[in-house]
Protein backbone atom coordinates (compact mmCIF):
# COMPACT_ATOMS: atom_id res chain seq x y z
CA UNK A 1 0.00 0.00 0.00
CA UNK A 2 1.08 3.46 -0.78
CA UNK A 3 -0.52 6.61 0.59
CA UNK A 4 -0.07 10.12 -1.34
CA UNK A 5 -1.17 13.65 -0.14
CA UNK A 6 -3.14 16.21 -2.22
CA UNK A 7 -5.25 19.33 -1.73
CA UNK A 8 -9.28 18.84 -0.98
CA UNK A 9 -11.04 20.64 -3.05
CA UNK A 10 -14.33 18.88 -2.02
CA UNK A 11 -14.48 17.00 1.30
CA UNK A 12 -15.41 13.78 2.29
CA UNK A 13 -14.14 10.18 2.80
CA UNK A 14 -14.95 7.29 0.18
CA UNK A 15 -13.55 3.79 -0.77
CA UNK A 16 -13.80 2.51 -4.07
CA UNK A 17 -12.15 0.93 -7.42
CA UNK A 18 -9.28 2.58 -9.22
CA UNK A 19 -10.25 3.42 -12.92
CA UNK A 20 -7.29 5.33 -14.14
CA UNK A 21 -6.91 8.06 -17.23
CA UNK A 22 -3.37 8.84 -17.06
CA UNK A 23 -4.51 11.80 -20.52
CA UNK A 24 -6.23 13.98 -20.12
CA UNK A 25 -10.28 13.27 -19.24
CA UNK A 26 -12.32 14.81 -22.13
CA UNK A 27 -15.57 15.06 -19.88
CA UNK A 28 -18.88 15.49 -22.35
CA UNK A 29 -17.03 12.93 -24.83
CA UNK A 30 -16.55 10.66 -21.81
CA UNK A 31 -20.14 11.13 -20.39
CA UNK A 32 -22.12 11.64 -23.17
CA UNK A 33 -23.39 8.31 -24.71
CA UNK A 34 -24.04 6.87 -20.64
CA UNK A 35 -26.15 10.54 -20.32
CA UNK A 36 -28.06 9.88 -23.27
CA UNK A 37 -29.23 6.30 -22.84
CA UNK A 38 -29.43 7.07 -19.13
CA UNK A 39 -26.77 4.38 -18.52
CA UNK A 40 -26.06 4.18 -14.06
CA UNK A 41 -22.81 2.00 -14.35
CA UNK A 42 -21.28 4.74 -17.35
CA UNK A 43 -19.70 3.11 -19.59
CA UNK A 44 -17.30 5.97 -20.87
CA UNK A 45 -17.86 7.02 -24.31
CA UNK A 46 -14.48 8.81 -25.55
CA UNK A 47 -13.01 6.88 -28.36
CA UNK A 48 -10.07 9.03 -27.98
CA UNK A 49 -9.18 8.07 -24.75
CA UNK A 50 -7.29 4.49 -25.05
CA UNK A 51 -7.04 4.07 -21.07
CA UNK A 52 -10.85 3.93 -20.33
CA UNK A 53 -12.61 3.84 -23.50
CA UNK A 54 -16.28 1.86 -22.63
CA UNK A 55 -14.79 1.14 -19.17
CA UNK A 56 -17.65 1.64 -16.34
CA UNK A 57 -17.08 5.45 -15.05
CA UNK A 58 -19.79 5.27 -12.26
CA UNK A 59 -18.83 4.68 -8.30
CA UNK A 60 -15.10 4.30 -9.54
CA UNK A 61 -12.43 6.13 -7.86
CA UNK A 62 -11.41 7.78 -11.22
CA UNK A 63 -8.06 8.96 -11.42
CA UNK A 64 -6.84 11.05 -13.98
CA UNK A 65 -4.29 14.33 -14.54
CA UNK A 66 -7.17 17.10 -15.57
CA UNK A 67 -10.30 17.11 -17.42
CA UNK A 68 -10.03 18.76 -20.91
CA UNK A 69 -12.62 19.72 -23.71
CA UNK A 70 -16.41 21.28 -23.62
CA UNK A 71 -17.30 24.17 -21.35
CA UNK A 72 -20.23 22.09 -20.78
CA UNK A 73 -18.09 19.77 -19.04
CA UNK A 74 -19.26 21.22 -14.82
CA UNK A 75 -22.77 20.83 -16.18
CA UNK A 76 -22.09 17.13 -17.39
CA UNK A 77 -20.34 15.84 -13.62
CA UNK A 78 -23.43 17.89 -12.25
CA UNK A 79 -25.97 15.91 -14.32
CA UNK A 80 -24.52 12.82 -13.75
CA UNK A 81 -24.55 13.05 -10.13
CA UNK A 82 -27.85 14.22 -10.04
CA UNK A 83 -28.65 10.99 -12.08
CA UNK A 84 -26.86 8.52 -9.41
CA UNK A 85 -24.13 7.75 -12.68
CA UNK A 86 -21.27 9.99 -11.19
CA UNK A 87 -17.78 8.53 -10.12
CA UNK A 88 -17.40 7.81 -6.01
CA UNK A 89 -14.39 10.34 -6.31
CA UNK A 90 -11.78 12.04 -8.19
CA UNK A 91 -8.57 11.90 -7.93
CA UNK A 92 -6.43 14.60 -9.95
CA UNK A 93 -2.83 14.45 -10.41
CA UNK A 94 -2.54 17.95 -11.44
CA UNK A 95 -4.09 21.13 -9.73
CA UNK A 96 -8.11 20.81 -11.03
CA UNK A 97 -9.04 22.60 -13.75
CA UNK A 98 -11.89 25.05 -13.72
CA UNK A 99 -14.16 22.65 -15.75
CA UNK A 100 -14.23 19.73 -12.88
CA UNK A 101 -14.08 21.95 -10.01
CA UNK A 102 -17.14 23.25 -11.17
CA UNK A 103 -18.24 19.80 -11.30
CA UNK A 104 -17.94 18.73 -8.35
CA UNK A 105 -18.55 22.05 -6.37
CA UNK A 106 -22.20 22.22 -7.95
CA UNK A 107 -22.42 18.31 -7.34
CA UNK A 108 -21.44 19.32 -3.64
CA UNK A 109 -23.63 22.34 -3.08
CA UNK A 110 -26.40 21.63 -5.24
CA UNK A 111 -27.18 17.54 -5.48
CA UNK A 112 -27.44 14.93 -2.51
CA UNK A 113 -24.43 13.10 -4.47
CA UNK A 114 -21.29 12.46 -2.37
CA UNK A 115 -18.39 13.02 -4.82
CA UNK A 116 -14.96 13.81 -2.29
CA UNK A 117 -12.49 15.34 -4.53
CA UNK A 118 -8.87 15.96 -4.20
CA UNK A 119 -6.29 17.35 -6.38
CA UNK A 120 -2.32 18.18 -6.17
CA UNK A 121 -1.40 14.26 -6.14
CA UNK A 122 1.12 14.41 -8.16
CA UNK A 123 2.31 12.34 -11.08
CA UNK A 124 4.17 9.60 -8.82
CA UNK A 125 0.39 8.90 -8.01
CA UNK A 126 -0.62 8.66 -11.09
CA UNK A 127 2.08 6.34 -12.51
CA UNK A 128 1.49 4.03 -9.71
CA UNK A 129 -2.14 3.76 -9.35
CA UNK A 130 -3.92 0.86 -11.58
CA UNK A 131 -7.36 0.09 -12.83
CA UNK A 132 -8.96 -2.28 -10.30
CA UNK A 133 -6.66 -0.53 -6.98
CA UNK A 134 -8.44 -0.05 -3.93
CA UNK A 135 -8.68 3.68 -2.92
CA UNK A 136 -9.23 5.05 0.29
CA UNK A 137 -9.65 8.52 0.35
CA UNK A 138 -9.38 10.58 4.33
CA UNK A 139 -10.91 14.33 5.18
CA UNK A 140 -7.80 15.39 5.10
CA UNK A 141 -7.16 14.52 1.52
CA UNK A 142 -5.11 11.10 2.50
CA UNK A 143 -5.53 8.92 -0.72
CA UNK A 144 -4.27 5.00 0.53
CA UNK A 145 -3.93 3.04 -2.66
CA UNK A 146 -3.82 -0.73 -2.47
CA UNK B 1 -11.12 34.82 -0.84
CA UNK B 2 -11.98 38.34 0.79
CA UNK B 3 -15.98 39.30 0.73
CA UNK B 4 -17.40 42.80 1.25
CA UNK B 5 -20.12 43.27 2.80
CA UNK B 6 -22.73 43.13 0.69
CA UNK B 7 -21.43 39.99 -0.91
CA UNK B 8 -20.91 38.08 2.67
CA UNK B 9 -24.65 39.05 3.19
CA UNK B 10 -25.67 37.47 0.55
CA UNK B 11 -23.43 34.35 1.23
CA UNK B 12 -25.40 34.62 4.77
CA UNK B 13 -28.27 34.23 2.72
CA UNK B 14 -30.07 37.62 3.06
CA UNK B 15 -31.18 37.17 -0.44
CA UNK B 16 -32.52 34.11 0.55
CA UNK B 17 -31.35 30.60 0.02
CA UNK B 18 -30.78 30.07 -3.20
CA UNK B 19 -28.78 33.37 -3.91
CA UNK B 20 -26.70 32.12 -1.01
CA UNK B 21 -26.07 28.92 -2.96
CA UNK B 22 -24.98 30.91 -5.98
CA UNK B 23 -22.82 32.90 -3.92
CA UNK B 24 -21.25 30.12 -1.71
CA UNK B 25 -20.53 28.01 -5.43
CA UNK B 26 -19.01 31.14 -7.25
CA UNK B 27 -16.60 31.44 -3.85
CA UNK B 28 -16.35 28.06 -2.67
CA UNK B 29 -14.93 28.01 -6.77
CA UNK B 30 -12.53 30.89 -6.37
CA UNK B 31 -10.92 29.70 -3.59
CA UNK B 32 -10.42 26.79 -5.28
CA UNK B 33 -7.91 28.70 -7.63
CA UNK B 34 -7.04 31.20 -4.88
CA UNK B 35 -8.77 33.85 -6.00
CA UNK B 36 -8.43 36.74 -3.48
CA UNK B 37 -11.99 38.90 -4.34
CA UNK B 38 -14.91 38.98 -6.50
CA UNK B 39 -14.67 41.49 -9.01
CA UNK B 40 -17.37 43.12 -11.45
CA UNK B 41 -18.04 41.87 -15.05
CA UNK B 42 -17.84 45.35 -17.00
CA UNK B 43 -18.65 43.07 -20.63
CA UNK B 44 -22.15 44.90 -21.62
CA UNK B 45 -23.21 41.15 -22.35
CA UNK B 46 -23.43 37.30 -21.65
CA UNK B 47 -22.64 34.13 -23.43
CA UNK B 48 -24.20 30.82 -22.09
CA UNK B 49 -23.42 27.64 -23.53
CA UNK B 50 -25.70 25.58 -22.86
CA UNK B 51 -28.90 25.91 -25.51
CA UNK B 52 -30.21 22.35 -25.72
CA UNK B 53 -33.29 21.43 -23.91
CA UNK B 54 -31.46 17.86 -23.78
CA UNK B 55 -33.29 15.57 -21.55
CA UNK B 56 -30.48 14.02 -19.84
CA UNK B 57 -29.83 17.25 -18.71
CA UNK B 58 -33.49 17.84 -16.87
CA UNK B 59 -31.46 18.64 -13.38
CA UNK B 60 -30.24 21.64 -15.36
CA UNK B 61 -33.48 22.22 -16.95
CA UNK B 62 -35.20 22.13 -13.28
CA UNK B 63 -32.89 24.08 -11.82
CA UNK B 64 -33.73 26.93 -14.22
CA UNK B 65 -36.53 26.76 -13.37
CA UNK B 66 -36.13 26.76 -9.92
CA UNK B 67 -34.27 29.69 -10.12
CA UNK B 68 -37.10 31.84 -11.91
CA UNK B 69 -39.82 30.67 -9.63
CA UNK B 70 -37.46 32.72 -7.05
CA UNK B 71 -37.45 35.76 -9.17
CA UNK B 72 -33.76 35.33 -10.25
CA UNK B 73 -32.55 36.70 -13.52
CA UNK B 74 -29.55 37.35 -15.27
CA UNK B 75 -28.12 40.97 -14.83
CA UNK B 76 -26.89 41.11 -18.54
CA UNK B 77 -28.28 40.19 -21.53
CA UNK B 78 -26.79 37.24 -22.94
CA UNK B 79 -26.45 35.08 -26.19
CA UNK B 80 -26.25 31.23 -26.06
CA UNK B 81 -24.76 28.14 -27.84
CA UNK B 82 -26.92 27.19 -31.02
CA UNK B 83 -29.85 25.79 -31.04
CA UNK B 84 -29.55 21.56 -31.32
CA UNK B 85 -32.42 20.78 -33.98
CA UNK B 86 -33.67 22.65 -37.40
CA UNK B 87 -35.65 20.15 -38.97
CA UNK B 88 -36.43 22.00 -42.02
CA UNK B 89 -32.43 22.58 -43.50
CA UNK B 90 -30.53 19.47 -41.76
CA UNK B 91 -31.46 16.36 -43.56
CA UNK B 92 -33.35 13.95 -41.25
CA UNK B 93 -35.32 10.74 -41.74
CA UNK B 94 -38.93 10.07 -40.35
CA UNK B 95 -37.06 7.94 -37.58
CA UNK B 96 -34.36 10.41 -36.78
CA UNK B 97 -37.01 12.74 -36.52
CA UNK B 98 -39.09 11.00 -33.94
CA UNK B 99 -35.17 10.61 -31.51
CA UNK B 100 -34.88 14.35 -31.83
CA UNK B 101 -38.52 15.04 -30.59
CA UNK B 102 -38.13 12.56 -27.58
CA UNK B 103 -34.28 13.82 -27.23
CA UNK B 104 -35.17 17.73 -26.68
CA UNK B 105 -38.34 17.31 -25.43
CA UNK B 106 -37.69 19.97 -23.03
CA UNK B 107 -36.79 22.56 -25.76
CA UNK B 108 -39.57 24.47 -26.09
CA UNK B 109 -39.95 24.88 -22.55
CA UNK B 110 -36.39 25.74 -22.01
CA UNK B 111 -36.15 28.25 -24.78
CA UNK B 112 -38.69 30.39 -22.80
CA UNK B 113 -36.72 29.91 -19.73
CA UNK B 114 -33.65 31.50 -21.49
CA UNK B 115 -35.70 34.26 -23.02
CA UNK B 116 -36.52 34.75 -19.06
CA UNK B 117 -33.47 34.75 -17.69
CA UNK B 118 -32.30 37.22 -20.32
CA UNK B 119 -31.41 35.85 -23.60
CA UNK B 120 -31.12 39.25 -25.58
CA UNK B 121 -33.24 37.39 -28.68
CA UNK B 122 -34.81 34.64 -30.60
CA UNK B 123 -32.04 34.44 -33.07
CA UNK B 124 -29.44 34.83 -30.45
CA UNK B 125 -28.46 31.46 -30.81
CA UNK B 126 -24.88 30.60 -32.24
CA UNK B 127 -21.28 29.68 -30.39
CA UNK B 128 -19.81 32.51 -32.64
CA UNK B 129 -21.74 35.13 -30.93
CA UNK B 130 -18.88 37.85 -31.21
CA UNK B 131 -19.57 38.03 -35.26
CA UNK B 132 -20.61 41.66 -36.23
CA UNK B 133 -24.12 40.54 -37.31
CA UNK B 134 -24.37 38.81 -33.89
CA UNK B 135 -23.35 42.44 -31.84
CA UNK B 136 -21.53 40.39 -28.72
CA UNK B 137 -18.00 41.96 -29.16
CA UNK B 138 -16.71 42.40 -25.43
CA UNK B 139 -13.58 45.19 -25.77
CA UNK B 140 -10.13 44.83 -24.93
CA UNK B 141 -9.69 44.14 -21.12
CA UNK B 142 -13.16 43.98 -20.14
CA UNK B 143 -14.11 41.19 -17.76
CA UNK B 144 -16.06 38.44 -19.26
CA UNK B 145 -19.02 35.95 -17.38
CA UNK B 146 -18.97 33.44 -20.62
CA UNK B 147 -18.60 29.90 -21.28
CA UNK B 148 -18.72 27.74 -24.78
CA UNK B 149 -14.55 26.76 -24.96
CA UNK B 150 -14.32 28.07 -28.68
CA UNK B 151 -15.91 31.74 -27.80
CA UNK B 152 -14.13 32.15 -24.93
CA UNK B 153 -10.56 31.26 -25.95
CA UNK B 154 -11.66 33.71 -29.01
CA UNK B 155 -12.66 36.24 -26.89
CA UNK B 156 -9.33 35.95 -24.55
CA UNK B 157 -6.95 35.99 -27.68
CA UNK B 158 -8.57 37.60 -30.60
CA UNK B 159 -10.29 40.22 -28.79
CA UNK B 160 -7.93 40.77 -25.48
CA UNK B 161 -11.00 40.47 -23.51
CA UNK B 162 -10.87 38.47 -20.16
CA UNK B 163 -12.90 35.23 -18.88
CA UNK B 164 -11.87 32.19 -17.11
CA UNK B 165 -12.95 28.65 -19.13
CA UNK B 166 -16.12 28.74 -16.89
CA UNK B 167 -18.52 25.77 -17.15
CA UNK B 168 -22.18 26.01 -17.97
CA UNK B 169 -24.06 27.27 -15.11
CA UNK B 170 -20.52 28.84 -13.22
CA UNK B 171 -21.42 31.50 -16.21
CA UNK B 172 -24.83 31.99 -15.59
CA UNK B 173 -24.14 32.31 -11.82
CA UNK B 174 -21.64 35.03 -12.47
CA UNK B 175 -24.31 36.34 -14.58
CA UNK B 176 -26.89 35.97 -11.79
CA UNK B 177 -24.30 37.56 -9.49
CA UNK B 178 -22.51 40.52 -11.31
CA UNK B 179 -19.48 38.97 -10.20
CA UNK B 180 -16.41 36.82 -11.26
CA UNK B 181 -13.91 35.27 -9.16
CA UNK B 182 -10.18 36.98 -9.84
CA UNK B 183 -7.84 34.77 -10.52
CA UNK B 184 -6.32 32.69 -13.38
CA UNK B 185 -7.23 34.34 -17.01
CA UNK B 186 -8.50 37.56 -15.57
CA UNK B 187 -5.20 38.17 -14.40
CA UNK B 188 -2.21 39.91 -15.78
CA UNK B 189 0.05 36.64 -14.34
CA UNK B 190 -2.26 34.05 -15.51
CA UNK B 191 -2.23 35.42 -18.97
CA UNK B 192 1.67 34.98 -19.54
CA UNK B 193 2.52 31.69 -21.62
CA UNK B 194 4.56 28.89 -20.53
CA UNK B 195 4.63 27.33 -24.10
CA UNK B 196 6.24 28.48 -27.33
CA UNK B 197 5.01 27.14 -30.61
CA UNK B 198 6.95 27.53 -33.57
CA UNK B 199 5.18 27.22 -36.34
CA UNK B 200 7.48 26.16 -38.79
CA UNK B 201 5.62 24.45 -42.07
CA UNK B 202 6.37 25.23 -45.64
CA UNK B 203 2.82 26.52 -46.33
CA UNK B 204 -0.24 27.91 -43.94
CA UNK B 205 -0.85 25.16 -42.10
CA UNK B 206 -4.42 23.85 -41.75
CA UNK B 207 -5.87 25.64 -38.78
CA UNK B 208 -8.13 22.94 -37.38
CA UNK B 209 -4.72 20.42 -37.64
CA UNK B 210 -3.07 22.86 -35.46
CA UNK B 211 -5.16 24.03 -33.08
CA UNK B 212 -4.93 20.04 -32.56
CA UNK B 213 -1.66 19.94 -32.25
CA UNK B 214 -1.10 22.78 -29.85
CA UNK B 215 -4.09 21.76 -27.62
CA UNK B 216 -2.95 18.10 -27.46
CA UNK B 217 0.56 19.52 -26.55
CA UNK B 218 -0.15 22.03 -24.23
CA UNK B 219 -3.74 21.20 -22.59
CA UNK B 220 -5.01 23.84 -20.79
CA UNK B 221 -1.34 26.45 -20.25
CA UNK B 222 -0.92 29.22 -22.76
CA UNK B 223 0.79 29.04 -25.66
CA UNK B 224 2.81 32.07 -27.21
CA UNK B 225 2.78 31.40 -31.20
CA UNK B 226 5.71 32.66 -33.04
CA UNK B 227 5.37 32.09 -37.53
CA UNK B 228 2.45 32.03 -37.90
CA UNK B 229 2.07 35.52 -38.87
CA UNK B 230 4.08 35.59 -41.71
CA UNK B 231 1.27 33.05 -43.02
CA UNK B 232 -1.67 34.82 -41.97
CA UNK B 233 -0.40 38.68 -41.61
CA UNK B 234 -0.07 40.82 -39.05
CA UNK B 235 -3.87 42.59 -38.95
CA UNK B 236 -7.23 40.73 -37.73
CA UNK B 237 -8.90 40.96 -40.91
CA UNK B 238 -11.75 38.97 -41.65
CA UNK B 239 -9.48 36.15 -43.04
CA UNK B 240 -7.48 36.11 -39.94
CA UNK B 241 -10.09 36.77 -37.66
CA UNK B 242 -11.87 33.26 -39.22
CA UNK B 243 -8.30 31.55 -39.07
CA UNK B 244 -8.11 32.33 -35.70
CA UNK B 245 -11.47 31.20 -34.85
CA UNK B 246 -10.79 27.71 -36.03
CA UNK B 247 -7.71 26.99 -34.65
CA UNK B 248 -8.87 28.33 -31.27
CA UNK B 249 -11.77 25.78 -31.36
CA UNK B 250 -9.32 22.95 -31.76
CA UNK B 251 -6.87 24.15 -29.22
CA UNK B 252 -10.12 24.33 -26.96
CA UNK B 253 -11.70 20.81 -27.58
CA UNK B 254 -8.36 19.25 -28.29
CA UNK B 255 -7.16 20.13 -25.23
CA UNK B 256 -8.15 22.85 -22.60
CA UNK B 257 -6.78 26.23 -24.31
CA UNK B 258 -8.65 29.32 -22.87
CA UNK B 259 -5.78 31.75 -24.03
CA UNK B 260 -3.19 31.95 -27.18
CA UNK B 261 -0.85 34.86 -28.11
CA UNK B 262 0.03 34.71 -31.84
CA UNK B 263 3.30 36.96 -31.69
CA UNK B 264 2.60 40.32 -33.76
CA UNK B 265 -1.12 39.38 -34.20
CA UNK B 266 -3.37 39.20 -31.64
CA UNK B 267 -3.76 42.11 -29.10
CA UNK B 268 -2.03 41.36 -25.96
CA UNK B 269 0.80 39.69 -27.81
CA UNK B 270 0.85 43.09 -29.97
CA UNK B 271 0.89 45.21 -26.97
CA UNK B 272 3.49 43.22 -24.70
CA UNK B 273 5.08 40.70 -27.31
CA UNK B 274 7.56 38.18 -25.76
CA UNK B 275 7.27 39.66 -22.21
CA UNK B 276 4.50 37.51 -22.21
CA UNK B 277 6.26 34.11 -22.39
CA UNK B 278 7.38 32.95 -18.98
CA UNK B 279 11.25 32.36 -18.11
CA UNK B 280 12.20 28.42 -19.09
CA UNK B 281 9.48 27.96 -21.38
CA UNK B 282 8.72 24.58 -23.04
CA UNK B 283 9.37 24.35 -27.22
CA UNK B 284 6.97 22.69 -29.59
CA UNK B 285 8.23 22.70 -33.21
CA UNK B 286 5.57 22.30 -35.88
CA UNK B 287 6.69 21.70 -39.07
CA UNK B 288 4.86 19.64 -41.86
CA UNK B 289 5.57 16.14 -40.96
CA UNK B 290 4.23 16.41 -37.32
CA UNK B 291 0.70 18.02 -38.51
CA UNK B 292 0.25 14.97 -40.45
CA UNK B 293 1.65 12.80 -37.79
CA UNK B 294 -1.49 14.52 -35.91
CA UNK B 295 -3.76 14.17 -38.12
CA UNK B 296 -3.22 10.24 -39.29
CA UNK B 297 -3.21 9.65 -35.18
CA UNK B 298 -6.80 10.43 -35.31
CA UNK B 299 -9.18 7.10 -34.92
CA UNK B 300 -11.93 6.22 -37.16
CA UNK B 301 -14.66 4.62 -35.29
CA UNK B 302 -17.57 4.37 -38.64
CA UNK B 303 -18.48 0.70 -38.35
CA UNK B 304 -17.00 0.25 -42.16
CA UNK B 305 -13.91 3.07 -42.58
CA UNK B 306 -14.82 2.85 -46.16
CA UNK B 307 -18.62 3.57 -46.58
CA UNK B 308 -19.40 6.34 -48.28
CA UNK B 309 -20.05 9.72 -46.42
CA UNK B 310 -23.57 9.97 -46.38
CA UNK B 311 -23.72 13.47 -44.62
CA UNK B 312 -21.07 16.49 -44.84
CA UNK B 313 -20.90 19.69 -42.17
CA UNK B 314 -19.10 22.49 -42.37
CA UNK B 315 -19.31 25.13 -39.78
CA UNK B 316 -18.17 24.36 -35.98
CA UNK B 317 -17.91 26.76 -34.72
CA UNK B 318 -19.87 28.55 -37.23
CA UNK B 319 -18.90 30.15 -40.10
CA UNK B 320 -18.53 33.95 -40.63
CA UNK B 321 -19.83 36.15 -43.51
CA UNK B 322 -16.98 36.00 -45.40
CA UNK B 323 -16.28 32.07 -44.83
CA UNK B 324 -19.57 31.59 -45.94
CA UNK B 325 -19.00 33.15 -49.26
CA UNK B 326 -15.49 31.34 -49.66
CA UNK B 327 -17.10 27.84 -49.53
CA UNK B 328 -19.87 28.60 -51.41
CA UNK B 329 -17.66 29.83 -54.17
CA UNK B 330 -15.05 26.88 -53.66
CA UNK B 331 -18.01 24.34 -53.64
CA UNK B 332 -18.92 25.81 -57.68
CA UNK B 333 -15.62 25.44 -58.72
CA UNK B 334 -14.88 21.89 -56.91
CA UNK B 335 -18.32 20.60 -59.14
CA UNK B 336 -17.88 22.22 -62.17
CA UNK B 337 -14.02 20.54 -62.36
CA UNK B 338 -16.11 17.23 -61.77
CA UNK B 339 -18.14 17.90 -63.91
CA UNK B 340 -21.07 17.58 -61.35
CA UNK B 341 -24.02 20.56 -60.95
CA UNK B 342 -25.13 19.59 -56.91
CA UNK B 343 -22.70 18.01 -54.34
CA UNK B 344 -22.17 14.57 -54.24
CA UNK B 345 -22.76 14.17 -50.37
CA UNK B 346 -25.40 16.08 -48.68
CA UNK B 347 -24.02 19.21 -47.53
CA UNK B 348 -24.88 21.80 -44.57
CA UNK B 349 -23.03 24.79 -43.96
CA UNK B 350 -24.11 25.97 -40.44
CA UNK B 351 -23.81 30.00 -39.56
CA UNK B 352 -25.42 32.62 -36.99
CA UNK B 353 -28.92 33.20 -37.49
CA UNK B 354 -28.03 36.84 -38.36
CA UNK B 355 -24.93 36.10 -40.53
CA UNK B 356 -27.15 33.38 -42.74
CA UNK B 357 -29.60 36.23 -43.20
CA UNK B 358 -26.96 38.99 -44.06
CA UNK B 359 -25.52 36.16 -46.52
CA UNK B 360 -28.78 36.16 -48.15
CA UNK B 361 -28.40 39.44 -49.41
CA UNK B 362 -25.25 38.72 -50.88
CA UNK B 363 -24.56 37.36 -54.56
CA UNK B 364 -22.91 34.01 -53.19
CA UNK B 365 -25.91 32.98 -51.80
CA UNK B 366 -27.43 31.81 -55.22
CA UNK B 367 -24.28 30.25 -55.84
CA UNK B 368 -24.54 28.06 -52.73
CA UNK B 369 -27.95 27.29 -53.55
CA UNK B 370 -27.57 26.22 -57.06
CA UNK B 371 -24.64 23.17 -55.52
CA UNK B 372 -27.41 22.08 -53.69
CA UNK B 373 -25.87 22.79 -50.38
CA UNK B 374 -27.97 23.59 -47.35
CA UNK B 375 -27.88 26.30 -44.81
CA UNK B 376 -28.37 26.05 -41.13
CA UNK B 377 -27.71 27.57 -37.41
CA UNK B 378 -27.71 24.09 -36.25
CA UNK B 379 -25.01 22.88 -33.51
CA UNK B 380 -23.46 19.80 -35.61
CA UNK B 381 -22.19 18.49 -32.52
CA UNK B 382 -26.57 18.52 -31.37
CA UNK B 383 -27.62 16.41 -34.46
CA UNK B 384 -24.66 14.08 -33.93
CA UNK B 385 -25.89 13.50 -30.44
CA UNK B 386 -28.79 11.58 -32.16
CA UNK B 387 -27.94 8.36 -31.81
CA UNK B 388 -29.36 7.27 -35.37
CA UNK B 389 -26.75 10.08 -36.52
CA UNK B 390 -23.93 9.23 -34.85
CA UNK B 391 -24.54 5.50 -36.66
CA UNK B 392 -24.44 7.74 -40.01
CA UNK B 393 -20.41 8.16 -41.70
CA UNK B 394 -20.50 11.75 -41.48
CA UNK B 395 -17.68 14.07 -42.65
CA UNK B 396 -16.62 17.43 -41.83
CA UNK B 397 -13.96 19.96 -41.75
CA UNK B 398 -14.26 20.64 -37.77
CA UNK B 399 -11.87 18.98 -35.32
CA UNK B 400 -14.18 19.82 -32.01
CA UNK B 401 -17.09 18.10 -34.00
CA UNK B 402 -14.59 15.16 -34.66
CA UNK B 403 -13.51 15.22 -30.77
CA UNK B 404 -16.67 15.06 -29.78
CA UNK B 405 -18.74 12.94 -32.35
CA UNK B 406 -18.17 9.50 -34.61
CA UNK B 407 -17.51 12.30 -37.64
CA UNK B 408 -14.55 12.04 -39.34
CA UNK B 409 -12.38 14.86 -39.89
CA UNK B 410 -11.27 16.16 -43.22
CA UNK B 411 -9.14 19.24 -44.60
CA UNK B 412 -10.51 21.81 -46.71
CA UNK B 413 -9.43 20.47 -49.75
CA UNK B 414 -10.16 16.98 -49.12
CA UNK B 415 -13.59 17.93 -48.10
CA UNK B 416 -14.06 19.94 -51.71
CA UNK B 417 -13.21 16.61 -53.65
CA UNK B 418 -15.62 14.43 -51.23
CA UNK B 419 -18.10 17.01 -52.47
CA UNK B 420 -17.03 16.88 -56.10
CA UNK B 421 -16.30 13.47 -56.23
CA UNK B 422 -18.81 11.65 -53.70
CA UNK B 423 -15.76 9.50 -52.54
CA UNK B 424 -12.72 9.88 -50.14
Avoid at chain 2, 139 to 164: D, F, H, P, Q, T
Amino acid sequence: MREFKGRVVVPGTATAEALVSKQGFNTLASFKKALLAKKLDAPCSDQNNEDIYQKNMAKKALCLPQTIGSTTGGIVIYCASKMGASPACLLFSESIDSLAAAGAILSDIWTDAEMPTVDRLGQDFLDYVKDGMTINIKEDGLVEVE
Amino acid sequence: MLLSKEQQAILDGSQGETMAKIMKTIVMYGDTFGADRLIPITSEQGHLVTSFGINVMTPYVDMFEALLADGIVSKQQFTVDPSPVDMDNVPASFLQRIVFKVLYKNQEKYDDQLMRMGLKGKDMYTCTCYMDEVGNIPNKGEILSWAESSAVVYANSVLGARCNRNSGIIEMFGSILGLVPNFGLLTDDGRKAPWIIEVKTSKVPEAQVLGSAIGLKVMEDVPYIKGLDKFIGNELTDDAKAYLKDMGAATASNGAVGLYHVDGLTPDAVELGEDLILKDAKVYTIDDAELLRVQESYPCIWKDPDAKPKLAFIGCPHLSLKQLKDWSIAIDKTLKENGRKKVAVPTVLTAAMPVIEAFKKTEEYKVLLDTGATLSYICPLMYMSNPLCAKMPVVTTSNKLRTYTTAKYYRDSQMLDILGKGTI
